[in-house]
């Protein structure tokens, strides 16, 4: 696998608004895996109390796409084209995790897994996203 380019990753997370709003920070980076994290905040939930399931799918798509930018050549930048996520159990606890992964990279599209846990003791799989990710030249609108 090839090396990669962390302070590149980096970078470009933070030009993240959604993720900085979310309280969302790099916790893992390596080659086809990025790991979010992002703690419990009541401003991101829904009327019962748990975290919504848009926030959730924010932190999954985020750490998908980043997982293939992991990948991608320096003169790219990435672009979720589509994504389908099951929500699995009501997401309530101190933290949550987004552990993402390319199944398949591609020059064009790669394709992208993502589990998001409590980050709580008993590590709770709330969630799953399977992502289609375009590689893309940047500067192209």
Known sequence: ??????????????RQR?????????????PGEVHLAMPYDERFCQQNGFLHAGAIASLADSANGYAAYTLAPPDTDVLAV????NL???????????????????RTLSV???EVITTDSDARLVATMTS???????GRA
């Open 112 to 114: 992208c897994q993502a």
């Open 1 to 14: 696998m090839p090396e990669v380019d962390e302070s590149r990753i980096r970078e470009s997370f933070a």
């Open 18 to 30: 959604h993720m900085a709003t979310l309280g969302a920070t790099l916790a893992h980076i390596a």
């Open 82 to 85: 589509e994504f389908k996520i």
């Open 132 to 138: 289609t990710i375009i590689i893309r030249p940047l």
């Open 88 to 106: 699995l159990e009501p997401a309530k606890a101190s933290g949550f995790l987004a552990r993402a992964r390319v199944l398949r990279p591609g």
